[in-house]
Structure formats: C-alpha cells, structure tokens
C-alpha cells in the first residue's frame, strides 16, 4: 500500500505535474468537500513565474468543472432537499436565487456558500451554460487576484 501512495505522490510532484496536480486539486476544491486551491496555484507560481497565465487558465478550468459537478448534483437532489422546503430560512434564499438567477453564480467563489450555491442552482435548475459561464468569470478573477496579491506579498 505505501509503494502505491509513494508512486501517486510521484505521480503529482510539482513542478513536473504541477498543472496536472493544479486541475485535481481545483476540481476536487470546488465540489461540496472541503479544500482550497489557492495554495496550490500559489506554490505552483512561486516555483514556476512563467507558469503564471496556464495555472490560473488550468485552475479556473479545474475549478469551473467542479462547479459544473457540484451543479448536476444539485440538479439531482430534488428528494433530499424536499425535506427543507417549508423552513424560512430555505425559501427565502431560494427566492433570492430564483430572483438573481444564473448571475448568482458569479459567487461561487466565495468560501463556504460557493460551493453549495452551485449546488442549489443545480437544484432550481436554472439554466446550465449561463450559470457555468458565471461559475467561470467569478473563479477566473479569484484566481487572477488571489495569485497576483499572493506573488506581490510573497513572491521575490
């Protein structure tokens, strides 16, 4: 079993499958388990600078898919969340979401409700290729900010 792990761990090494390793760990950062990715893309450019515009490009990408996921399992969850239909707190979110539509979306970056608003969005079946081109802008400029304050404070 630890020759197994030795060699997945080889697998991922940064810098050799960094932007590899960068789309798992943004994939999996943006379905409903908890992990961030922003340490990864930061590593990733410190090691490489040149890497900059591909990390972010495969960050977002990896990112926007798991949004993506994260929506169809919303889309599919339709008795689990039926249980919660009647609590003030739910309608009144759903209103809200129902109100702003596929634009909320563009939140999807925020720690802790970004992942599950993708989920919910998904839920109320709002419509897929808008909600994932929000989902998309929202984790680019994420990236782009968070990755260019992070190489300005740390970089050097």
Known sequence: MEAWIDSLLHLLALPKYGLSSLFVV??????????????????LVSLNPELFWS???VATLGNTLGGALTWAMGLASHKVVDRYQH???HLRALDWLKRIGPKACLLSWLPLVGD????VAGWLALPFWP??????????????LMTAALVGVFGR
Not at 116 to 119: E, G, I, S, V
Not at 131 to 144: E, N, T
């Open 26 to 43: 943004s994939f999996v950062s943006a379905t409903l388990l908890p992990l961030g990715s922003e340490a990864a893309v930061f590593g």
């Open 55 to 57: 990390a972010i490009g």
């Open 116 to 119: 599950p608003l993708c989920a």
């Open 131 to 144: 909600c994932l081109a929000y989902m998309a802008i929202g984790k680019l400029a994420r990236y782009v």
């Open 87 to 89: 609590s003030k707190h």
